[in-house]
């Protein structure tokens, strides 16, 4: 059977819920023309050109509307696919999806427009993993570069991979197969394609690191006692009042965290002050503090400048040692002895706040995005992994003569794991997993 015939029509808003000046409905399915036909003023469609009209329920209008219609297999998922574009608003752009869900169309789950696409060939797995990947992207950076797998950059050094151990495997096969015609490869040959095959994959994988902590990120904890201006430096960095300031020691008790974009993804954690205190929430608080100054990759420790340092800073000090950290003297506007290595700041005024971010970045950025070619996430690294086992296996036989047909067998499985990796053979589970972290409507 076609595998467009297998599928029901699914659809579902595109946009995200809520205010905004336009709202996407799509439709993706055998019935995408069928359904719009029987909602819409005009059904002349054509191949490039949009149409405009109303969203109709009877007699009554439900809205004024472009309808981009796209046929199979010219479309996103591969199917026909309507993209209503309606005003936006959370109502209107329910309305039309219940509408058309009432003429036919099933309610899309998470991610399955790209999941037909992916069935349907228009992209592999590694550029449907990019999509989410953009979609989820928290740095300006990550989505730069998620956009090279999106054009197939990863897919294309998979395949070159894939063309050599091809190559390797088809005349091992043919010497077997037809041994008075074809002679079998010599071992040298094996030998080096292996080497190549291996120092390829190397390259790709020496990418993995930065490829994760471009993923994850890193995390950095701001650290002092209470008062020192730890929230005040918290809303600076992030632009944004999200931490309470007050003179009151002690205010912040919970561990506030916040995504700061320094070109890779840093967690910023605003802690609270940490001294001894007998109160029962507090002392909780505190706790959390320490251990978030253990789990963080850097420590921000902030004391106030317009004091000196006291027993409490350096108990404070005391609890960093072994760890990466900037020593930030706060309040510069005030009366300050500037010395030594610390950065001064005035989380009040602004002053010093791009110096910090200047220093803070050199410190967690050891990789340069711009310079990243692509991505990689860990089921494409674990892909990678077993190909170049399997590899290293086939590398080993060959050294020692190995007979040509047992050699075969760990070329294979290489193949087989870099099908896992683009998605040709790949498991229901782990394609549910995949799509599981979509959005509906993608
Ligand atoms: P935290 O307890 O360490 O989080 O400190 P807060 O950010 O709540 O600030 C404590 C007090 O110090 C508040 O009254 C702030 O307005 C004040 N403060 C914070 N940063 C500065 C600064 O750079 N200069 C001055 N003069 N006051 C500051």
Redesign the pocket.
């Known amino acids: 059977m076609n595998i467009l015939d297998e599928f029901d029509t699914i659809a579902a808003i595109s946009t995200p819920v809520g205010t905004g000046g336009v709202g996407v409905i799509r439709i993706s399915g055998t019935k995408a023309f069928e359904i719009i036909g029987k909602i819409f003023t005009d059904s002349d469609f054509s191949p490039r050109k949009f149409n405009h009209g109303w969203i109709v329920e009877g007699n009554r209008n439900i809205d004024e509307v472009i309808v981009l219609p796209f046929f199979a297999p010219n479309s996103y998922t591969g199917e026909d696919v309507i993209e209503i574009q309606c005003h936006g608003g959370i109502n209107v752009v329910r309305n039309i999806l219940n509408l058309v869900l009432k003429n036919g169309a099933r309610m899309a789950e998470r991610g399955e427009f790209t999941k037909r696409a992916f069935l349907n060939k228009k992209m592999d797995l590694s550029q449907a993993e990019a999509v989410a990947d953009i979609i989820h992207s928290k740095t300006s950076e990550f989505a730069k570069v998620s956009v090279k797998n999106l054009s197939g950059v990863l897919k294309s050094k998979i395949d070159e991979i894939r063309t050599d151990i091809f190559e390797v495997l088809s005349r091992i096969t043919a010497g077997i197969d037809f041994p008075e015609d074809v002679k079998e490869p010599e071992y040298e040959y094996l030998i080096e394609k292996f080497e190549n095959i291996i120092a390829f994959i190397d390259k790709i994988l020496a990418g993995a690191d930065s490829s994760n902590i471009f993923r994850q990120g890193v995390s950095v904890a701001i650290a002092?006692k209470?008062?020192?201006?730890?929230?005040?430096l918290f809303n600076a960095l992030l632009s944004l009042d999200r931490a309470i300031?007050?003179?009151v020691?002690g205010?912040?008790r919970d561990v506030l965290r916040e995504t700061l974009d320094l070109g890779i993804p840093v967690t910023l954690i605003d802690t609270a002050?940490i001294r001894d205190s007998d109160e029962k929430v507090e002392k909780i608080g505190i706790d959390y503090s320490k251990q978030s100054l253990n789990e963080a990759d850097l420590v921000l420790f902030?004391y106030d400048a317009s004091k000196s340092m006291e027993e409490e800073d350096y108990q404070i000090l005391s609890l960093l040692d072994g760890k990466n950290y900037i020593k930030v003297g706060?309040?510069?506007?005030?009366n300050v002895n500037k010395n030594g290595d610390d950065i001064y700041i005035?989380?009040?005024?602004g002053e010093g706040i791009d110096e910090l971010r200047k220093v803070l970045t050199k410190k967690v950025c050891t990789i340069e995005p711009e310079n990243l070619e692509f991505l990689t996430n860990t089921r494409q690294q674990e892909c990678l992994r077993k190909a170049k086992n399997s590899i290293e296996q086939a590398l080993l036989a060959s050294n020692v003569h190995e007979l040509q047909d047992l050699i075969s067998i760990d070329v294979k499985s290489a193949l087989l794991a870099l099908d896992e990796l683009t998605g040709e053979l790949i498991t229901d589970e782990v394609l549910e997993s995949i799509f599981d972290h979509f959005c509906i409507g993608k």
């Open positions: 002092g209470p008062n020192v201006g730890k929230s005040s300031v007050t003179d020691a205010t912040t002050g902030v706060n309040k510069s506007d005030l005035s989380a009040l005024t």
